[in-house]
């Protein structure tokens, strides 16, 4: 009781609307995912932890795209005991790419290392209906710089649960 484990496989064919401008950067093409994963549901079921493993083979069309994946992620709801009907949700993961061919412009392999980290409020301000907070962060480390980037999202929403 209150131990859940989960293992999927994924199968994913990427077409991308947008034609490369050669061939070594078509994008296209079959995305592989094997993935165990243990859930730890909390509080009568208003709270879960979970984590997760994930290993990913992307065989894109292009070589300078093809990579193999590494990733980690760890995910909190916590309802807050101090305000009725709001919880706490935070995330957090880690991926790891290696690119499997040297990079026809850079010349080099190239490696990213991708961080991901998230935390919002949900509020159930109406029965069924939620009012959802959030703020993440990604940060992509590469090792070819114009790869490298952050972003902040900010999102605000409303869920209708029925």
Not at 6 to 11: C, G, L, R, V
Not at 33 to 61: H, K, L, Q, W
């Amino acid at each position: 009781p209150n131990h859940i484990g989960q293992f999927y496989f994924e199968y994913a064919r990427r077409e991308m609307m947008i034609r490369p401008i050669n061939r070594y950067e078509d994008r296209d093409g079959n995305i592989y995912v094997i993935s165990p994963g243990y859930f730890r549901p909390f509080s009568g079921g208003r709270g879960i932890f979970n984590m997760r493993y994930e290993f990913s083979i992307d065989n894109t069309e292009g070589k300078n795209w093809e990579n193999i994946g590494n990733r980690f992620a760890l995910n909190l709801l916590v309802p807050l005991p101090f305000i009725d009907k709001m919880s706490l949700t935070i995330s957090g993961d880690v991926f790891w790419q290696r690119y499997q061919h040297t990079h026809t412009v850079f010349e080099e392999k190239r490696k990213d290392t991708t961080y991901f980290v998230s935390g919002g409020l949900i509020w159930e301000f109406l029965k069924e209906l939620n009012l959802n907070l959030k703020y993440s962060y990604t940060r992509a480390d590469s090792s070819i710089g114009v790869y490298d980037y952050r972003r902040n999202v900010y999102n605000i929403g409303l869920e209708y649960i029925f």
